[in-house]
């Protein structure tokens, strides 16, 4: 997923708030969990976030999630947050539950 950084998503000093990196990173693994294809949905148990860097308003910033390991009922999944130049932003580690919410088609 793409964003761009806009005056909203900063702190008082001027850089984007972490809460943001981290619902960035936050929603790329909810999407990884998608592409395995099972009927129901996955939950966060809890999520595990670096801040490497920070992002400033203006630049284009993107996020991906990658699945480690998909057991039975929970799943292990990792995201980063880059910058156009590549620079490594942010990185999470999360654990996810299935849940008995089926996902709609």
Known sequence: ME??????????LGIMHGGIMSTILDEVMGA?????????GFATINMNVDFLKPAKAGEIIWAEGTIVRA????????AELYNAKKHLLAKATSNMIGTAVQVPI
């Open 71 to 78: 057991g039975k009922s929970v799943l292990h999944i990792k």
């Open 3 to 12: 964003f761009k950084v806009e005056p909203y998503m900063l702190n008082p």
């Open 32 to 40: 990884a969990s998608f592409t395995l294809g099972r009927p129901n």
